[in-house]
């Protein structure tokens, strides 16, 4: 870039500073600011590609059920991502955040595509919940914040400054809280997950999830239900159609087999319960994954 150009890139920073400077009003103490406790910041920030629809559903084990966080970014090309159950379609130029314990695998991938993932935590539980089935789109501020994310992870990632960065991105993404009713519960589905995943493969009883998370049945049950919505019976029914639905898809495993690995009596009895959730029999979804792939 030549001399000129930097002088006229930066003239023009300084105008526009200058012009969001003169909208500033003249606070009466303007050495005592307000104190606000410092957020919590993202932790053990991975950014990685992927250059193929081919690469997105790797391992071949089933949905992926995680503790991290993952922000995807499909730079060319599109695919389907279906997180528990809703399928979001991710064409270039948009996101999406999967948060932790959702099941979560891709369908419908184009042979050649380009994604940004970055996974990462979050100290103490914190779960982005407003982010869970939010897509965005990638505005040029967004897409720099990126590319400035990337680049300080790659360049300089012991500085704290890919953190700060990431940071700053999913603040501008979440949107404004809405005021919280008197009394309303937190949701309980990240612990009840959490608790599930750690006795994988087995699907646990009440009993014992519920001894898990150090409480009675009865107080699990009305707590969830409280918090969620729904019944914890019809969450974890849903969990395990969920993880067979993705077994389905990914795996060569038989459809006895499948049920036989969720925690259905008999593949009669999977196969209504699937049929009832999604519309079409175990082999129905078989047959349509296998002809879009």
Known sequence: MSLTKVTDA????????????????????????????????????????????????????????????VLIVAL??????????????????RGMVVLPYQHHHYARTERRLHWLFVTFEYAQGVVLEPLRHRPFDLGPERLAMLRELVRDWRARPESGLPELR?????????PPPTPMAAGAAVTLKPRVNLAIQRRRPLMPTLRELASDLGMSVSHLRA?????????????????????ARGLLR????????????????????????????????????????????
């Not at 940071?167 to 993404?173: E, F, M, P, Q």
């Not at 049929?275 to 994954?289: A, D, F, N, V």
């Open 250 to 293: 990914m795996s060569p495993a038989r459809v006895s087999e499948v049920a036989e690995q969720c925690g259905f009596a008999s593949p009669y009895s999977f196969s209504r319960a699937f049929s009832r959730r999604y519309g079409q029999s175990p082999l129905q979804c078989r047959k349509e994954s296998a002809r879009a792939a």
């Open 166 to 174: 990431l940071a700053l991105l999913l603040a501008d993404l979440t």
């Open 10 to 69: 930066r003239t023009d920073g300084i105008t526009r500073l200058s012009a969001a400077c003169a909208r500033l009003g003249r606070p009466a103490h303007p050495l005592h600011g307000k104190r606000r406790p410092a957020p919590p910041l993202p932790e053990n920030v991975i950014c990685f590609q992927r250059r193929s629809g081919a690469e997105l559903n790797r391992p071949l084990q089933g949905r992926a059920l995680h503790h991290r966080h």
């Open 223 to 243: 707590r969830f239900r409280a918090s969620c919505g729904i019944s914890l019976g019809r969450h974890m029914r849903e969990l395990r159609l969920e993880r």
């Open 76 to 93: 060319k090309g599109r695919a389907t991502v279906c997180a528990d159950d809703r399928e979001t379609l991710l064409e270039a130029g």
